[in-house]
């Protein structure tokens, strides 16, 4: 569950104003539009759903929106944006991709696995700590709206060649809706160093060393995708803008995630968390400033009046943990 700077984690499209497009599977699939300080007309192109420019929205005003099924424009107001975060080692694999294909057909903007090597709690959990890419991918070719994203890859066990060849592909198998997280992993003595220590790894006790090596895999990503080590090879590069967002604990790692492109994601009861949120980019949109917290039922109401208060403060999306089977029978 955790495994960035001892804790959570998670970039970006554009200002966080915009319009949600949420589909309702009793009307043919056709997005339901709830709208945000503008008035709006929707075309359809005859590009599949899956693809970058299935959907044209226009404001009254004339502004045209990016064509993406998340379509982002300039409003006066803004809601937050809620995601489901599954735990895929709370249930058997059938029902995780139930869940995620549910996601899909319900209001869930994003869709987030985790990055675990193993079931931290096996006597309570009836699955198994799958790898996240290769269940995205299952979940990707079950889907067809929901972003979707690891929360987040760990750099101390996944090298960034490793992340940058799996995201690529996700993005490819999912139409353009991969989302990439990273994080620094757990230090030495904590919870999720279990794991690691039952494998014999040897985890830096230093953060600075853990967070430098998150932003050099960070670079070399981004290195990777601008095909600057394309030379007589060809690396596979992603068919979107893939957002990035960086999962952190500490202001610290805010200001640097923030100074380098990144959205961040951070528990929603973290005690410093309006001085975290401050750093943010806004100019990185919905993906800015996010946090986690556990599932409630209730937490998918947009108008509920936690995401409210939350939206105050300057968060811009909350991913809903998964915390048991039931929730993945239920959300």
């Not at 903007?109 to 006597?123: F, G, I, K, M, S």
């Not at 410093?272 to 980019?281: G, M, N």
């Not at 993906?287 to 208060?309: I, K, N, S």
Request: aromatic share 4%; proline share 6%; charged share 20%.
């Amino acid at each position: 569950m955790r495994g960035v700077d001892d804790d959570f984690r998670h970039v970006g499209i554009r200002p966080h104003t915009y319009v949600s497009i949420r589909r309702r599977p009793s009307m043919s699939r056709m997005p339901a539009i709830r709208l945000v300080g503008a008035t709006f007309q929707l075309e359809r192109s005859s590009t599949p759903f899956g693809s970058a420019s299935n959907t044209d929205a226009r404001v009254d005003t004339g502004v045209e929106a990016t064509k993406r099924p998340h379509i982002g424009i300039e409003c006066k107001t803004a809601d937050v944006r809620i995601d489901l975060h599954i735990n895929q080692a709370l249930a058997p694999a059938r029902e995780v991709i139930d869940c995620a294909v549910r996601a899909d057909q319900g209001s869930y903007d994003a869709l987030w696995v985790l990055d675990h090597l193993a079931t931290l709690r096996p006597t309570e959990n009836v699955g198994e700590m799958l790898d996240p890419h290769v269940l995205l991918g299952a979940i990707a070719v079950s889907t067809s709206r929901v972003r979707v994203g690891v929360l987040v890859n760990n750099v101390a066990v996944r090298p960034p060649e490793v992340i940058a060849g799996a995201t690529a592909t996700l993005d490819h198998l999912s139409g353009g809706r991969a989302i990439l997280g990273l994080g620094a992993g757990a230090g030495p003595g904590s919870y999720f160093a279990a794991e690691h220590d039952a494998l014999g790894n040897t985890l830096s006790g230093s953060m600075t060393e853990r967070h430098d090596r998150l932003f050099s895999s960070l670079d070399t990503i981004r290195n990777i995708w601008s095909a600057d080590h394309d030379t007589k090879v060809r690396f596979p590069k992603p068919v979107s803008d893939v957002p990035f967002i960086v999962g952190l604990n500490s202001l610290t790692l805010a200001r640097r995630a923030a100074n380098a492109g990144c959205g961040l994601n951070v528990r929603a009861d973290h005690p410093r968390l309006d001085e975290i949120l401050a750093t943010a980019s806004q100019s990185l949109g919905d993906f800015a400033a996010t946090v986690w917290l556990p599932y409630e039922p209730g937490l998918r109401d947009p108008d509920h009046p936690r995401l409210a208060a939350l939206g105050d403060r300057g968060v811009t999306r909350v991913m809903l943990l998964t915390t048991s089977r039931d929730d993945i029978l239920s959300a």
